[in-house]
């Protein structure tokens, strides 16, 4: 990334911080982070900023904008998909859905991910780097100015595991709720999470109000351990226990997400033990039928196991949902098209 400053990974106090510290007033650290949310990609383009400040900006930050290297639109719904790539070669991708509340982004937070679940398409090629807050925030943005549709929602579903990539991904929630920017509020905002447990406590502490979604998918540690590597750390008990305490601590409804895969975690049994676990938790479970990742073999189960399923989760009391697909012509869930395209330098 160079020796420059990047610019838009700075939270508005850091901005100010910055400016002040280069001898300018501090209302100018305030009108480039308006100009940034607007998308804007050259400092020349900040048209009330006096040109000396507008060079002496160019000489020592960047701003980091990605490229649109496709675009795929669906033909059964609204549902946009992005595939962006960074300076270096790096690609990820996003997916912008429409839903009768609003427009809501699937972003990405890391390259690649490293925590290898065995029916997810994003970990085929492993991690190859974090991204940084401004990349996280350009794939709003610019998703939000080529599409013309104003995002409302945002969502931290798609390539990579936010909670291994921490530093970043909070200092990017921050930016993205501070007014005076794109200001989405953090109500508006969930993060998903394989379950790093450890993560799930700081974050806690942290007590923001965003909507926490832990992607449990199997009821008991043999089978999540099978499909899930990130449980041999942390057990489904010890990830249910974190996420109680999280509860407690922010007084916010955990969304589980639980994709229904043929013949491994989709049968009655499951649905029963499931619902054991989640007794008087509050909480809401996302039933989705599994994408079938070639690669991975993975299977969706039948609509009737799905319905099945559902009927003995809301029969026991659990709020439960079955998620919509959108997208289905275009490959919508994340990691698919990262991994065809590979990098520009040809994958790794
Ligand atoms: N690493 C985070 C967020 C990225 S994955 C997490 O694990 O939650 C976003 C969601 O898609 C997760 O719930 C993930 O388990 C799920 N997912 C991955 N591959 C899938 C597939 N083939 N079918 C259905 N859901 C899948």
Not at 21 to 32: H, I, L, T
Not at 302 to 321: E, H, N, P, W
Request: charged letters at 25%; one cysteine or more; aromatic letters at 6%.
């Amino acid at each position: 990334m160079g020796d420059k400053t990047d610019i838009k990974s700075l939270t508005p106090k850091q901005l100010e911080e910055f400016f002040v510290g280069m001898g300018e007033p501090a209302f100018r650290a305030r009108q480039v982070f308006s100009w940034l949310h607007k998308g804007v990609c050259s400092f020349d383009d900040m048209t009330n900023l006096p040109i000396g400040l507008r060079e002496k900006l160019k000489n020592n930050c960047e701003i980091i904008c990605p490229i649109i290297k496709k675009k795929l639109v669906s033909e059964v719904d609204d549902t946009l998909k992005y595939l962006y790539g960074f300076s270096d070669g790096e690609n990820v991708e996003s997916v912008l859905m429409s839903y009768h509340h609003g427009n809501t982004i699937c972003i990405s937070t890391q390259a690649g991910c490293r925590m290898n679940c065995a029916f997810c398409a994003s970990s085929l090629k492993g991690l190859s780097r974090n991204l940084t807050p401004s990349e996280m925030l350009s794939q709003v943005l610019t998703a939000q100015i080529d599409s013309g549709r104003r995002i409302s929602n945002v969502v931290l579903m798609g390539i990579g595991e936010p909670l291994d990539n921490y530093d970043n991904v909070l200092t990017f929630l921050k930016i993205l709720s501070a007014p005076g920017g794109i200001n989405i509020g953090q109500r508006h905002i969930s993060l998903s999470t394989c379950g790093v447990v450890d993560r799930i406590y700081d974050l806690m502490e942290e007590k923001l109000q965003l909507t926490l979604s832990v992607s449990l998918h199997a009821p008991n540690d043999e089978i999540r351990s099978r499909i899930m590597p990130i449980n041999k750390k942390w057990k489904v008990d010890e990830l249910l226990k974190a996420c109680r305490d999280y509860t407690a601590a922010t007084k916010r409804r955990i969304s589980f997400e639980y994709a229904l895969i043929a013949g491994v975690n989709d049968t009655p049994e499951c649905a029963r033990q499931l619902s054991a676990k989640l007794r008087g938790m509050l909480c809401h479970v996302n039933l989705i039928p599994a994408n079938e990742v070639k690669e991975r073999g993975v299977k969706r189960s039948s609509s009737a196991a799905v319905k099945r399923f559902y009927d003995i989760l809301s029969g026991c009391g659990i709020t439960v949902t079955i998620r919509r697909t959108l997208g289905s012509d275009i490959n919508a869930s994340c990691g698919q098209l990262r991994f065809q395209h590979g990098t520009e330098q040809g994958g790794n």
